[in-house]
C-alpha cells in the first residue's frame, strides 16, 4: 500500500509507503527538508500537513505542541500517511523549477545502437509528448524486473516526441541485462516521469561547469543541448571522464558544439589511458582534468555533476578546494540498486 | 488542493524582513568602532549576507513555544514533588549524579547566557547576531529549568545547597567553570567555535544525553521532562553551530587554519571536561544506560567521524589527538572516579567501591583494562574501607595549567605512568596533563599563566585558611554531611529508612 504526498510550495509528488516517515520519503526523493535529531525530539522538521490524514508517530509534546498539533503540524521525522497528504514544509521555492507533473507513458522502442562496448543508446518514441526539464530522469518498469530503474533523459526537452537513454550494462544488474540482452526496437516500455531536482539554474547566470563520470553523460547532454539551443551567453565547460579511448561516446557531437559554439568548451579524460593508445588529450580522473583547466579556482562558477559516487565526492572536494560551495554545487549520484543506502553523513551538507 | 496563494511570503522572506530588515550600517561612528571584536581574531568575512540563518525563528513565535514549554514542564515538576518522586529514584547514590550536574552544569548555562549575550552585540552581521540573541535567552531558561528541577531533591539530600557559589569556588568546579571562562574571553568567532561547535555540536551527545538518559533509566521524572523541554531548543544550537563553521570556512580561505586551530584547542578542552560525564556514567549511575567507552564510539568515533568526514572537503583534519582521546576512552572514567575516591572529603558528593555486579559490569563493558588496572585497587580500597581505614588523601593536588584537572591520568600507553608535560613561559615553568593541553599553553601562554587554580590559591592563603577544613567552609560545604564516603552518609542513612518504611507498609 503506497500514498502519494505532495510537498508544497515546490508541487513534487512522491509516492510513499506504508510507514515510512514523510523525512525519509523526502530524502530519499533528493528533497530536503531541514532536519536534526530524526526521531521527534528537536522539532527541525516542522511541516504543516493541508490535506489528509497522518499519525503523528512518537513526536515529543516539547518537540511539537497540543496547539501546534490543532494548528495541523507534524514532524516529517516521525510521521507516518494514512491517505493521501499535501504538505508545506520550509523548502525554498526554486525560480528555475517549473514543477512538471509525473505522468506514466509507454512507449516503443525505436532505435538500440551501442556507443560503447558497455553502453548502449536507446530511444523510446512516444505518441503523446513528454514534459520534462533538461536533466531530469524517468523511472522505467522493465519486464520481469520488480521495482523500476531511474535513467536520466539526454535529449533536448523541446523534442518530445522521444526520450533518449544512455543505459550501461551493470555488472550482475538484472535490469540494464534486460536492456542490454532482451530488449529489441519495436518493443513497448512504460515508464513515469519527470523526477528530479538536477536541472540548470540558469536563472543566475553564471558560467556553468559540467563534470561527467561514463553514462552521466546523458543528463549534461540534455542540458548543455537547451543552454546552446536557447543562446545561454555564459561559459559553458563540459568534463567528461571515462577509463579508456574505447569508452568514449559522443566524442565527435561534442566537439562539433564545441567548433560552432564560442562559449563551450568540451574536455574529455581517460582514466586509464593505455600506452599506444592514440590520445593526446586529458589523462587522469575527470576532476583532476577540471582543476587543471581552471587552475584550481572555480569561484564564481556553478558546476553541476553527474555520475558515480566517487566522482561525485573527489569533484565536490576539488570544486570546495577551489572555493565553489554547496549553494553553486549540483549534483546527481548514479545509485545502482546494489550500492544501497549510502554511508553515514553528517547534517553539515543538506543538498551535496 | 487549489487555491494557494503565491502572495503569501515564505518562511525565510518572513524571517528576514523581521531580522535583518532591522539592521543598518552606521554612519556617524565608523562599522569598525562600533564593532572592535569581529575581526580582530583573524578570521576574514568578506559578505556577512552570506551567513544561512539557521533556524528561522521569530521573537513572537519563540515566546509562544517557549511559555508552552514551561506550563508542561512546571506541571511535571509540580506533580513530581506532590507525589514525593525522590521515593521512586533507584538509589540514593543516584542523586550524587544530580549534586554534579548542578555544580558542574548548570552554571554553565547561565556562563552561556553570558558569552551568547555578549557576542550576540559583537557581530556586525544581523543574522549571527539574532541567532546569539535568542540562544542567550534560551540559555537563562535552562539555568533556571534545572535549577527549579533539581530544587525538590535539595529538600532531602545534601550538597545540592549552594551550586553557583561553590561552582566559582570549589576545585574540581574550575574544571567546567574555566573551560567556559576560557570561551568568554576569547573573541566571538572562538566563543562560537568553542560553545556552539565543539560543545553544543561535537560533545553535547556525551555531555547531556547521559545525564538525561541517566535520569530516565534512574526514576527521576523531573530532570527527563526538564532534558525533553532542553532539547527542543538544543536542535537550534547545533545548527548555529554547524552554519557558523560553514560561514567561516566558506568566507576566506585563510580562516581555514585559524578554524581548524580552534578546533583543536576546543575538542580537547571538551574531552577533558568530559571526563567528570565519564565517571558519572560508569560510576554514579545505580542503573547503567551504556558504558562511557560504548558513549564514545557512538557519538564520537561515529556521529564524529560521519561530521569530520564531511568537514574534510573544507581541508578540515579530524581533531588533533583525537587518537589519544579514543584510547583514553578505555580509562579515563576509572582513573577521575580514583581521584574522586582520593578527594570526597572536599568534594560536594559521595564517592563509593561499586558493589559487586558493578564491578562485574565494569569488567564485561572494559575487558582491556578493567580487570587489569582498576578492579584490583578497587576490591583493595573496599576492603580497606570495611576495615574501618577508609582512605582519604590528605595532600593537595597538583592541577594542570589548563583544564585544572588534578594531574591524576596516565599515559594511554602506559597505564601506570602519570603523564605530564612541561612548558617554560618568562623563566618560570608550567605544567599540564597531556599533549592537547600542553599545545594549547604553549600558543597562548600569557593567557593560561593567569589561571586560578584552586591549589595554587589554597596554598597562597586565598580560600578561607590554611587547613582543609577552612577550605571547605569557605566553599559553603557542610562538613560530615555533603562530603565524605557514601557508606555512613546523612543520604544513606535516610534513604535506608525510607526503604524499612516502605517494606513495613
Known amino acids: 500500500m503506497t500514498y502519494a504526498l505532495t510537498i508544497e510550495p515546490i508541487g513534487e509528488v512522491l509516492e510513499v509507503e506504508e510507514g515510512q516517515t514523510i523525512l525519509d520519503a523526502c530524502l530519499r526523493a533528493g528533497i530536503y527538508i531541514p532536519y536534526q535529531c530524526n526521531h521527534g525530539l528537536c522539532s527541525t522538521c516542522k511541516v504543516e500537513v493541508v490535506e489528509g490524514d497522518v499519525d503523528l508517530g512518537d513526536a515529543s509534546p516539547f518537540a511539537l505542541m497540543d496547539f501546534e498539533r490543532d494548528e495541523g503540524k507534524a514532524l516529517a521525522c516521525v510521521c507516518t500517511l494514512q491517505s493521501d497528504v499535501v504538505i508545506e514544509a520550509d523548502i525554498e521555492e526554486d525560480e528555475d523549477a517549473e514543477y512538471l507533473p509525473i505522468k506514466d507513458y509507454v512507449g516503443q522502442v525505436t532505435e538500440i545502437t551501442d556507443f560503447t562496448a558497455d553502453i548502449k543508446k536507446i530511444v523510446i518514441s512516444l505518441k503523446e509528448d513528454i514534459k520534462f526539464q533538461a536533466g531530469q530522469y524517468i523511472q522505467l518498469a522493465i519486464p520481469g524486473v520488480e521495482g523500476s530503474r531511474a535513467f536520466s533523459i539526454a535529449n533536448l526537452p523541446k523534442k518530445a516526441d522521444h526520450i533518449e537513454l544512455h543505459v550501461r550494462k551493470v555488472a550482475g544488474g538484472l535490469g540494464t541485462a534486460y536492456l542490454h540482452d532482451i530488449l529489441t526496437e519495436g518493443d513497448d516500455l512504460s515508464f513515469s516521469a519527470p523526477y528530479g531536482q538536477f536541472f540548470v539554474r540558469k536563472s543566475q547566470h553564471k558560467p556553468m561547469i559540467f563534470i561527467a563520470g561514463g553514462t552521466g553523460l546523458s543528463s549534461p547532454k540534455s542540458m548543455i543541448d537547451e543552454l546552446l539551443d536557447e543562446g545561454y551567453s555564459q561559459e559553458i565547460t563540459l568534463f567528461h571522464g571515462v577509463r579508456a579511448k574505447a569508452d568514449i561516446y559522443y566524442q565527435d557531437y561534442f566537439q562539433a558544439l564545441a567548433e560552432k559554439y564560442e562559449n563551450f568548451t568540451y574536455i574529455p579524460a581517460l582514466s586509464e589511458n593505455k600506452q599506444g593508445d592514440d590520445w593526446d588529450g586529458e589523462v587522469g580522473f575527470v576532476h583532476e582534468a577540471a582543476v587543471r583547466h581552471f587552475n584550481g579556482s572555480f569561484a564564481g562558477h556553478q558546476a553541476y555533476l553527474c555520475g558515480p559516487p566517487p566522482m561525485i565526492e573527489a569533484a565536490i572536494r576539488a570544486l570546495m578546494k577551489g572555493r565553489l560551495f554547496e549553494n553553486d554545487i549540483y549534483c546527481e549520484k548514479f545509485l545502482s540498486k546494489a550500492d544501497g543506502g549510502g554511508d553515514k553523513r553528517s547534517p553539515l551538507f543538506k543538498r551535496i | ?505
Not at chain 2, 589561571?451 to 566553599?475: F, M, R, S, T
Open chain 2, 1 to 505: 488542493m487549489s487555491g494557494k496563494r503565491k502572495s503569501k511570503l515564505g518562511i525565510k522572506q518572513r524571517y528576514s524582513m523581521l531580522t535583518r530588515g532591522l539592521g543598518w550600517d552606521t554612519t556617524y561612528q565608523d562599522m569598525d568602532k562600533v564593532f572592535p571584536y569581529d575581526n580582530y581574531e583573524g578570521i576574514i568575512i568578506h559578505d556577512w549576507d552570506g551567513w544561512e540563518d539557521p533556524f528561522r525563528l521569530t521573537m513572537d513565535a519563540y515566546w509562544k513555544f517557549q511559555s508552552e514549554k514551561e506550563k508542561k514542564l512546571y506541571a511535571v515538576i509540580d506533580s513530581f514533588a506532590q507525589n514525593n518522586g525522590h521515593l521512586g529514584i533507584t538509589d540514593a547514590r543516584y542523586v550524587n549524579a544530580l549534586k554534579l550536574f548542578l555544580t558542574g552544569v548548570s552554571p554553565l548555562e547561565y556562563q552561556a547566557a553570558r558569552g551568547f549575550t555578549h557576542v550576540g552585540r559583537q557581530f556586525r552581521g544581523v543574522g549571527p547576531r539574532v541567532a546569539c540573541q535568542m540562544q542567550a535567552i534560551d540559555e537563562l531558561r535552562h539555568v533556571q529549568t534545572q535549577i527549579h528541577s533539581m530544587s525538590h531533591y535539595n529538600k532531602y539530600f545534601d550538597g545540592l545547597h549552594s551550586a553557583p557559589h561553590m561552582h566559582d569556588r570549589v576545585w574540581y568546579l574550575s574544571v567546567p567553570k574555566s573551560f567556559f571562562d576560557d570561551a568568554r574571553t576569547a573573541g566571538p568567532f572562538e566563543f562560537l567555535t568553542s560553545i556552539s561547535f565543539a560543545f553544543e555540536y561535537v560533545l553535547t551527545n556525551l555531555l547531556f544525553v547521559p545525564f538525561m538518559s541517566g535520569a530516565a533509566f534512574n526514576g527521576d521524572m523531573a530532570t527527563v521532562t526538564f532534558g525533553f523541554s532542553a532539547q527542543s531548543d538544543e536542535a537550534r544550537h547545533m545548527t548555529l553551530g554547524l552554519e557558523v563553521i560553514k560561514f567561516m570556512l566558506e568566507q576566506d580561505e585563510r580562516n581555514i587554519p585559524i578554524v581548524q586551530r580552534w578546533m583543536d584547542k576546543w575538542f580537547w578542552r571538551g574531552t577533558r571536561m568530559l571526563a567528570l560525564v565519564a565517571m558519572m556514567m560508569d560510576y554514579m549511575l545505580p542503573k547503567r544506560v551504556m558504558s562511557w567507552r560504548e558513549a564514545w564510539d557512538i557519538y564520537f568515533t561515529e556521529a564524529g567521524g560521519a561530521l569530520f568526514a564531511d568537514l574534510a572537503r573544507y581541508g578540515i583534519k579530524p581533531p588533533k589527538y583525537a587518537d589519544i582521546a579514543t584510547k583514553e576512552a578505555e580509562h579515563i572514567s576509572h582513573q577521575a572516579w580514583h581521584i574522586f575516591y582520593n578527594y570526597t572529603h572536599a568534594a560536594a558528593f559521595h564517592t563509593w567501591v561499586p558493589e559487586k555486579d558493578e564491578l562485574d559490569w565494569l569488567s564485561e563493558k572494559y575487558p582491556n583494562t578493567f580487570d587489569k588496572y582498576y578492579r584490583p585497587r578497587l576490591e583493595y580500597l573496599d576492603k580497606e574501607e570495611k576495615a574501618g581505614r577508609r582512605f582519604y588523601n590528605d595532600t593537595l593536588p597538583m592541577l594542570c595549567q589548563v583544564c585544572q584537572i588534578p594531574m591524576g591520568f596516565t599515559d594511554m600507553d602506559d597505564p601506570t605512568t602519570i603523564s605530564f608535560e612541561v612548558s617554560e613561559y618568562n623563566g618560570d615553568k608550567y605544567h599540564t596533563c597531556s599533549l592537547g593541553c600542553r599545545d594549547i599553553f604553549d600558543y597562548e601562554p600569557a593567557k593560561y599563566v593567569q589561571a586560578w587554580l584552586p591549589v595554587h590559591q589554597i596554598y597562597q592563603g586565598n580560600c578561607g585558611g590554611a587547613e582543609v577544613p577552612d577550605v571547605l567552609k569557605w566553599y559553603n560545604f557542610n562538613l560530615g554531611a555533603d562530603n565524605l564516603e557514601y557508606n555512613g552518609s546523612p543520604d544513606q542513612k535516610l534513604w535506608d529508612e525510607w526503604q524499612a518504611h516502605r517494606k513495613k507498609a
